[in-house]
């Protein structure tokens, strides 16, 4: 079982994945009618590609890949235009595919299979992109350092005694965004805004590098608690480097704003997602590869692979996240992360969230 909230139910699981298995299998004439699909896609060629693969060992539709940073792959997009190539988006989180949608840069399309599949939560109301995975950003903390029993919600970091204490990322990371506009979303702009602006001042140094780079200073001694994702942590444990593994086997995982815990809405997740897009030439190859990301099969991959969760409820995850316990996710439309990105990217900056 998944250790977040869905809005699927555990008892009608056998169903909704054989009719999912069903979906994928039948598809007549499909691969002779769109023989390829291209795709630009924000997650490195050696995360996807296998599946990629596997969806063409099944379908015969060749994909065309085409990897890149999530802001390039949009400038692209937008460069094209009406000639672009393109026919599906992957990108890392709702603010990005928010901003691919707003820009019309997409087009609404309609599946049963990821209706299905993936809870609205995690879909854009319209139909212009889906969840195809979770990735949550939680409190890490240094073990021996820091007592759990210190931690509750991501507002109590604001504490000042917390002050000099906290590694995070600037704020022009998109994660950031995120996580400030799903605070905006809970409590309102004025408390988000005092937020910032003690989160600010409790940090222990000026923003700079990536999450692995947090949870490496916070393991070096240069700050006691990091917030990241924790698909980085997983990716660190499961390296082979020991400048990866060692860092990160001194950190803990604490899932914050659990119930008991302030208004207990949960720890804040967002997703790797894909979309239509608007220039889609290939489209019924296009939405058979949306619809096979989220099959059981592509969603055992992420989580095991990727160390993300699964949108699909009842795949199981992998040791690493098993071993974090389970937690209850912030069930926010996360729709509402990118309606809420540029009030949240002024909150940031008036904050001096550098």
Same mark, same amino acid.
């Given at each position: 079982?998944i250790? @977040?909230?869905?809005?699927?139910?555990l008892s009608?699981?056998p169903a909704?994945?054989?009719?999912?298995?069903?979906?994928?299998?039948?598809?007549?004439?499909?691969a002779?009618? &769109?023989?390829e699909?291209?795709l630009y896609?924000?997650?490195k060629e050696?995360?996807?590609?296998p599946?990629?693969?596997?969806?063409?060992?099944e379908?015969g539709i060749?994909?065309n890949?085409?990897?890149g940073?999530?802001?390039?792959?949009l400038?692209?997009l937008?460069?094209e235009?009406?000639?672009?190539?393109?026919?599906?988006?992957l990108?890392?989180?709702?603010?990005n595919?928010?901003r691919a949608?707003?820009?019309g840069?997409?087009?609404?399309?309609?599946?049963e299979?990821v209706e299905?599949?993936?809870p609205?939560t995690?879909?854009?109301p319209?139909?212009?992109w889906?969840g +195809?995975? +979770?990735?949550a950003?939680?409190i890490?903390?240094?073990?021996?350092e820091v007592d759990p029993?210190?931690?509750?919600?991501y507002e109590?970091?604001a504490?000042?005694?917390w002050?000099g204490r906290?590694c995070?990322r600037?704020?022009?990371?998109?994660y950031?965004q995120?996580?400030?506009?799903?605070i905006?979303?809970?409590?309102?702009?004025?408390?988000?805004?005092d937020?910032?602006e003690?989160?600010?001042?409790?940090m222990?140094?000026p923003p700079k590098?990536?999450?692995r780079d947090q949870?490496k200073?916070?393991?070096?001694?240069?700050?006691d608690?990091?917030?990241?994702?924790?698909?980085y942590l997983?990716?660190m444990?499961?390296?082979?480097?020991?400048?990866?593994k060692?860092?990160?086997?001194?950190i803990?995982?604490f899932w914050?704003n659990?119930?008991?815990?302030?208004?207990?809405?949960?720890?804040?997740v967002?997703?790797?997602?894909?979309?239509?897009?608007a220039?889609a030439?290939?489209?019924d190859?296009?939405v058979?590869l949306?619809?096979?990301?989220?099959?059981?099969?592509a969603?055992?991959?992420?989580?095991?692979v990727?160390?993300e969760y699964?949108?699909?409820?009842?795949v199981? @995850?992998?040791?690493v996240?098993?071993?974090w316990?389970?937690f209850q996710?912030?069930?926010? &439309?996360?729709?509402e992360?990118?309606?809420l990105?540029?009030?949240?990217l002024?909150l940031m900056d008036r904050a001096g969230?550098?």
């Open positions: 079982m250790p @977040i909230r869905s809005r699927l139910h009608s699981l909704q994945i054989a009719g999912i298995c069903l979906a994928l299998a039948v598809a007549p004439g499909l002779a009618a &769109d023989a699909v291209n896609s924000a997650r050696a995360l996807i590609k599946l990629l693969d596997r969806f063409t060992e379908t060749e994909v890949l085409v990897t940073k999530a802001d390039a792959l400038q692209r937008k460069n235009g009406a000639n672009s190539p393109a026919d599906v988006l990108t890392v989180d709702a603010g595919l928010h949608k707003e820009a840069l997409t087009q609404s399309f309609r599946s299979v299905e599949a993936v609205a995690y879909r854009d319209k139909g212009h889906t +195809l995975s +979770l990735r950003r939680p890490l903390y240094v073990k021996g029993k210190t931690l509750s919600t109590a970091l504490d000042p005694a002050k906290i995070i600037s704020s022009s990371n998109v950031n995120s996580l400030v506009a799903s905006i979303a809970a409590d309102g702009t004025e408390a988000a805004q937020w910032a003690a989160i600010v001042a409790n222990a140094r590098g990536g999450d949870i200073a916070a393991a070096a001694g240069q700050c608690i990091a917030i990241a994702n924790t698909y997983a990716g444990l499961k390296s082979d480097d020991p400048g990866e060692e860092p990160a086997e001194k803990a995982v914050p659990q119930p008991g815990a302030g208004d207990g809405r949960g720890t804040h967002n997703v790797s997602g894909a979309a239509l897009t220039a030439a290939n489209t190859a296009a058979k949306i619809e096979f990301l989220v099959s059981p099969e969603q055992a991959w992420y989580a095991e990727n160390g699964p949108v699909l409820e009842g199981e @995850i992998s040791p996240l098993a071993e316990g389970r996710a912030d069930d926010l &439309d996360l729709i992360l990118g309606e990105n540029s009030a949240a002024m969230w550098k």
